[in-house]
């Protein structure tokens, strides 16, 4: 089967590998149709390595899937070939003690599809177990699917904060992760976002999804900002989806006493100085995040209700054989990319 595989740092060249093998008990063959592109690829692309595991060459990036089933295995009776589904790429074992206390994303056995533990989704083929497929409906298109899985994280973003309607929001970084931030932010009930960024299209797309302020921040300071639609008390839930030593430190300093805040970007770095004397001072609760948690049946009932605008989130998408230009665009913020997909 064909397959798009990083075969170098900043080079994906379309190869082959070998054709899954027939799906066992409990498993389904599905065709991949769509798959979008994670910041957490773009590390394994642009800096060899994400989150501290190295890049192996060559390997297939991608776990925002969506397809249709090419065959199922013994036993699997609730699904049916031809079915339109979206994967799910962690593969938990539903036994260990994270998954039995309700933390799957902290799974002990977990093999994560997405390009070391094992091949990501931009390829023609994978078996996954049957659990691990969400049916959709008609309305909704393989392209518009592959936003469940990054949905999914923000949902997952929000138990971490404790969201309360009408609390004030910062999202530090407008990419793909920081403009769905916006989205549920807003749908949550805050009653007032703030975005930052330094790319212009971002910002302008945040403010489409529903910010109410965005600060470009090589413009002016993003903490007077803050403090100037907040009456100086600050925001009570940052979301830091940039993962930079700068906008996790600028996050903490725009919080009030007690703010929350949940870091969702990926640092370059292992080692992050955080300012924790401002946030001992403020009594500032800090939460990392891992993926999402279960998350992806009430992101997809959000599709379904339209909650969400794919149209203007969804903003390219790339055949297969121009897949490696699709990571050169998100690489270099280029002809107003948001999210880019790639379709098989």
């Given at each position: 089967?064909?397959?798009?595989?990083?075969?170098?740092?900043?080079?994906?060249?379309?190869?082959?590998?070998?054709?899954?093998?027939?799906?066992?008990?409990?498993?389904?063959?599905?065709?991949?149709?769509?798959?979008?592109?994670?910041?957490?690829?773009?590390?394994?692309?642009?800096?060899?390595?994400?989150?501290?595991?190295?890049?192996?060459?060559?390997?297939?990036?991608?776990?925002?899937?969506?397809g249709e089933i090419a065959?199922?295995?013994?036993?699997?009776?609730?699904?049916?070939?031809?079915?339109?589904?979206?994967?799910?790429?962690?593969?938990?074992?539903?036994?260990?003690?994270?998954?039995?206390?309700?933390?799957?994303?902290l799974c002990l056995n977990?093999?994560?599809?997405?390009?070391?533990?094992?091949?990501?989704?931009?390829?023609?083929?994978?078996?996954?177990?049957?659990?691990?497929?969400?049916?959709?409906?008609?309305d909704i298109s393989f392209?518009?699917?592959?936003?469940?899985?990054?949905?999914?994280?923000?949902?997952?973003?929000?138990?971490?904060?404790?969201?309360?309607?009408?609390?004030?929001?910062?999202?530090?970084?407008?990419?793909?992760?920081?403009?769905?931030?916006?989205?549920?932010?807003?749908?949550?009930?805050?009653?007032?976002?703030?975005?930052?960024?330094?790319?212009?299209?971002?910002?302008?797309?945040?403010?489409?999804?529903?910010?109410?302020?965005?600060?470009?921040?090589?413009?002016?300071?993003?903490?007077?900002?803050?403090?100037?639609?907040?009456?100086?008390?600050?925001?009570?839930?940052?979301?830091?989806?940039?993962?930079?030593?700068?906008?996790?430190?600028?996050?903490?300093?725009?919080?009030?006493?007690?703010?929350?805040?949940?870091?969702?970007?990926?640092?370059?770095?292992?080692?992050?100085?955080?300012?924790?004397?401002?946030?001992?001072?403020?009594?500032?609760?800090?939460?990392?995040?891992?993926?999402?948690?279960?998350?992806?049946?009430?992101?997809?009932?959000?599709?379904?209700?339209?909650?969400?605008?794919?149209?203007?989130?969804?903003?390219?998408?790339?055949?297969?054989?121009?897949?490696?230009?699709?990571?050169?665009?998100?690489?270099?913020?280029?002809?107003?990319?948001?999210?880019?997909?790639?379709?098989?």
């Amino acid at each position: 089967m064909q397959a798009l595989q990083l075969v170098a740092p900043r080079t994906l060249e379309v190869g082959t590998m070998p054709d899954p093998p027939d799906p066992g008990p409990g498993e389904v063959l599905v065709r991949i149709r769509s798959c979008g592109i994670c910041g957490s690829d773009m590390h394994y692309y642009l800096e060899d390595g994400c989150a501290g595991t190295s890049a192996i060459y060559p390997s297939v990036l991608g776990h925002e899937p969506a397809g249709e089933i090419a065959s199922l295995g013994a036993g699997v009776e609730h699904l049916k070939a031809g079915a339109r589904v979206a994967v799910e790429p962690a593969l938990t074992c539903g036994l260990c003690q994270a998954c039995r206390g309700g933390r799957p994303n902290l799974c002990l056995n977990s093999l994560f599809l997405g390009g070391v533990q094992g091949p990501g989704l931009l390829r023609e083929y994978a078996v996954v177990p049957a659990h691990n497929v969400l049916p959709l409906p008609k309305d909704i298109s393989f392209a518009d699917a592959t936003v469940i899985e990054p949905l999914a994280v923000l949902l997952h973003s929000v138990e971490l904060a404790r969201f309360e309607m009408t609390e004030t929001v910062l999202v530090m970084g407008a990419g793909p992760i920081g403009v769905l931030g916006v989205a549920v932010a807003k749908l949550a009930g805050a009653s007032r976002i703030i975005v930052a960024d330094r790319v212009e299209h971002r910002l302008k797309a945040a403010l489409e999804m529903g910010a109410d302020a965005a600060v470009h921040i090589d413009r002016e300071s993003v903490r007077d900002a803050v403090m100037d639609l907040t009456g100086g008390l600050g925001v009570h839930v940052a979301f830091d989806a940039a993962g930079k030593p700068d906008s996790i430190n600028t996050a903490l300093s725009c919080l009030r006493f007690g703010g929350r805040l949940v870091i969702i970007g990926i640092p370059s770095e292992q080692f992050v100085g955080v300012d924790l004397w401002q946030a001992m001072h403020h009594e500032i609760s800090i939460h990392v995040q891992k993926r999402s948690n279960a998350n992806d049946h009430e992101a997809l009932d959000m599709l379904r209700r339209g909650q969400i605008d794919t149209a203007r989130f969804v903003s390219h998408r790339f055949p297969l054989e121009r897949g490696n230009k699709a990571f050169e665009t998100i690489a270099e913020y280029s002809d107003g990319v948001i999210k880019a997909v790639v379709e098989l």
